[in-house]
């Protein structure tokens, strides 16, 4: 039974240029939230999907965008990239009403 | 406001006990988690506290006080291999609250 997969595993961009980034949830789960881990720091809540909507967001600015798709698997978009958003992004996934999460490996963003 | 504090590092000796604190004074409380991290990888779940009281899990044990805002992570028998990142967080209303992380650094 495979966890939760993220996609690429690392990733350099400079600023300005946009990136996505690729989760797929545990089997059986159906609810995605992204985070951000600056170095050092703890893991900051970006948002959450459910039903392919938007159920939850974050102290993040427009830029940072997602979607999910039907079989529950979600991307996050991060436009004009600045210095500041190098950092890990964490997907977690989990089964609605159940608050245990299960996180991926993340995906490790440098911005030049 | 949202406010959840550890101490940033830790040292312990392998075969001791080692107790991570965490206090929090968040808007909203549904439980709290205690997830380990090891360099370069997921956090992994440990442990989650809804209710005031002791949570044993083998070598692992987890504390919530709610009416202080405060729980911990006991440590027994410590092995090398505890040498991680430990992360405390508030869940609330579905979305987790993580404190800064408390690095453990296991010496034999």
């Known amino acids: 039974d495979a966890g939760v997969t993220q996609s690429p595993t690392h990733l350099i961009k400079t600023r300005g240029q946009q990136v996505t980034l690729r989760c797929s949830p545990k089997s059986g789960h159906d609810t995605v939230s992204w985070y951000q881990q600056a170095l050092g720091q703890g893991p900051q809540f970006i948002f959450q999907?459910?039903?392919?909507?938007?159920?939850q967001r974050g102290n993040f600015p427009d830029r940072f965008s997602g979607h999910q798709f039907p079989n529950y698997s979600s991307e996050l978009n991060v436009n004009a990239l600045l210095l500041g958003d190098s950092a890990l992004y964490l997907c977690?996934?989990?089964?609605?009403?159940?608050?245990?999460?299960?996180f991926g490996s993340g995906t490790q963003l440098s911005v030049l | 406001g949202q406010n959840i504090d550890q101490p940033t590092e830790m040292t312990a000796t392998e075969g001791a006990i080692v107790q991570i604190n965490c206090t929090y004074q968040?808007?909203?409380?549904?439980?709290l988690f205690w997830y380990q991290q090891h360099a370069g990888e997921a956090p992994t779940f440990l442990s989650y506290n809804v209710l005031d009281g002791l949570e044993e899990k083998g070598r692992f044990s987890s504390f919530l006080s709610r009416s202080k805002g405060y729980s911990y992570l006991l440590l027994k028998e410590l092995q090398m291999k505890d040498s991680a990142s430990y992360l405390c967080?508030?869940?609330?209303?579905?979305?987790?609250?993580f404190g800064q992380g408390t690095t453990l650094q296991v010496k034999p």
């Open positions: 967080a508030v869940e609330n209303t579905g979305k987790l609250i």
């Open positions: 999907y459910y039903e392919e909507e938007e159920r």
């Open positions: 968040t808007s909203g409380f549904n439980g």
């Open positions: 977690a996934s989990s089964l609605q009403g159940e608050e245990k999460l299960f």
